[in-house]
């Protein structure tokens, strides 16, 4: 589970030609500062919206259903962009990277969704190591690098198995794996245990909680109380378009999660 | 990228295999057209050559000055034979056929001639336009005729083959590229979660396009070496059968494409592959 010094500290290459920022490792790694998006000119999704993540911290993205924590998590993975203010990962503003840099945006971000989102003719194995092939490593290094990843989500062995035939709970898993194999600086999951039963989400958020251990920046998109109940982490909620920052642990939800009607 | 390409291919093994048939009926059109055309060629060549011309002297030349006439045209490169033709030659010539009143008119009716036999292989249309136009300055010449009209059907014949063969590899070239474009269009919508995945994490626009180019490349070569196998063959087998009886016929004995234009339809159906693939994207990858 322990990864070298080199591989802790974050490479920025958001560039195809591989720029390299090494003041980017002393900087928080998600600054969102007056984040406005829209949707529909009358209802903004996120308005104003600042908050600060720092190097490994594990933070909690709650709120009700169309609150905007998805909006949230895709404008920092790009999928959407911002129509006001900045977000910077690692002190760059990824609202203004190029379309051709966004991919290497990716590349140093790992993302897990309630709905799996795996290739449903291909291996366990090809799913993962995609994140990998699409960087150009060798397949020497992209084999061991999987057969690290599969056996920290506990699949080890499972590689040659095609990913329509597993679980609710071992499709997660796979996306995990998916999500880390690269050694991102950071993981955004987006309601991961949706689908899963509760036994399965308390292991999932477990299998989450450890990938933070090993230093990785982990932002978890949930609705699940229980979730929030049992993990004394960091809390922010989206309320009415806005980041509440709560504390840390149960006793720090505050009247925001008392008076939210959340699923 | 052709590993994915072929994995790609695999997924839709029947669409993809119906699509190469498609555009190798559509390259086999095209090919039988040019095969066509390349013969008419030959016939061009050796029916369209001019072999004959006949000089017709002015009156009252004397037989000195047809005699340097015709020693001065039988050193011209392109001609193999000069034969003068008097006017009694001409219509005892004109009169074999057991004619009374054409044996009965007045010799005058009928002028000397310097008949030029030619060298087939070394003569061209223009090249004896060019002397005919130089022999008609000459004073003791009165008309020099070339028998073009023949010459010029057949090469009417020819511009006519070559514009619908022109027609016909515009409809193919349009055929292959909405078969090509159709089909991976359907790929791409049967790969949408594939494209979404590497997009997910972090693959360049080229990463993603580059398969599906390939693959369009893929089904229109392989179509084209189908299509000019199939050709092959059919011509193979014609030709047994039927190529004593046409040489015979047409003067010339059929002959296949070359193999630069063999090579040009296979490269040609490989890119027009690759250029539906692209037209695919452009659009499926937008959306």
Not at chain 1, 47 to 66: A, M, Q
Not at chain 2, 48 to 68: R, Y
Not at chain 2, 142 to 160: H, I, K, P
């Amino acid at each position: 589970m322990g990864r070298s010094r080199a591989s802790q500290e974050f490479r920025p290459h958001f560039r195809p030609e591989g720029h390299f920022d090494r003041t980017a490792a002393h900087k928080p790694i998600l600054v969102l500062e007056n984040v406005l998006k829209v949707f529909r000119a009358d209802a903004p999704v996120l308005r104003g919206v600042d908050l600060t993540i720092e190097r490994g911290e594990f933070v909690f993205v709650t709120g009700p259903s169309g609150a905007g924590k998805s909006t949230l998590l895709k404008l920092i993975y790009r999928a959407e962009s911002v129509d006001d203010g900045r977000i910077l990962f690692c002190g760059r503003d990824i609202a203004r990277l190029t379309e051709d840099s966004i991919p290497h945006l990716r590349r140093n971000i790992g993302v897990v969704f309630q709905d799996f989102r795996l290739v449903p003719y291909w291996t366990v194995y090809e799913n993962v190591a995609v994140a990998l092939e699409v960087m150009g490593l060798q397949p020497r290094v992209v084999r061991s690098r999987v057969a690290l990843a599969l056996e920290r989500v506990g699949l080890d062995g499972r590689g040659d198995e095609r990913v329509s035939v597993l679980s609710g709970g071992e499709q997660q898993r796979v996306t995990i794996a998916r999500a880390i194999v690269t050694e991102p600086a950071i993981v955004l999951a987006d309601e991961p245990t949706g689908n899963l039963d509760p036994v399965l989400a308390l292991d999932i958020l477990g299998l989450f909680e450890e990938i933070n251990e090993a230093g990785t920046t982990v932002i978890f998109a949930t609705h699940d109380r229980t979730l929030l109940e049992v993990s004394p982490r960091r809390l922010v909620v989206i309320d009415d378009g806005r980041c509440i920052e709560a504390r840390k642990g149960l006793e720090g939800l505050g009247d925001a999660l008392e008076h939210r009607a959340l699923n | 990228m052709f590993e994915r390409a072929l994995k790609g291919l695999r997924l839709q093994f029947g669409t993809q295999m119906l699509s190469v048939a498609t555009v190798a009926l559509s390259l086999f059109c095209m090919g039988a057209a040019l095969l066509a055309l390349e013969n008419t060629g030959a016939m061009v060549r050796r029916w369209g050559a001019p072999v004959k011309v006949t000089v017709f002297l002015a009156e009252g030349v004397s037989l000195e000055q047809v005699d340097t006439l015709r020693r001065a045209l039988t050193g011209l490169p392109e001609v193999e034979d000069a034969r003068y033709v008097s006017s009694a030659e001409a219509r005892q010539s004109l009169s074999a056929g057991g004619d009374a009143t054409v044996a009965s008119a007045p010799v005058e009716l009928f002028p000397a001639t310097i008949e030029l036999r030619l060298v087939p292989s070394a003569v061209t249309a223009d090249r004896v336009a060019s002397v005919a136009a130089r022999v008609r300055r000459i004073p003791a010449v009165s008309e020099v005729e070339t028998y073009r009209g023949f010459t010029e059907r057949l090469r009417g014949l020819l511009a006519g083959g070559r514009a619908a063969a022109g027609i016909v590899a515009l409809g193919v070239l349009l055929c292959v590229l909405a078969v090509v474009s159709n089909t991976v269009r359907m790929s791409l919508a049967a790969r949408l979660r594939e494209i979404e995945v590497l997009r997910l994490v972090g693959a360049t626009r080229a990463y993603i396009r580059t398969p599906f180019l390939v693959e369009g490349a893929m089904l229109g070569g392989v179509g084209a070496v189908v299509a000019v196998a199939v050709l092959a063959m059919v011509y193979a087998t014609l030709r047994s059968h039927f190529d004593a009886s046409l040489g015979t016929l047409l003067g010339v004995h059929p002959v296949f494409l070359p193999w630069t234009v063999s090579m040009l339809l296979i490269v040609g159906g490989a890119g027009l592959g690759a250029l539906g693939s692209a037209a695919a994207l452009r659009r499926g990858l937008q959306s």
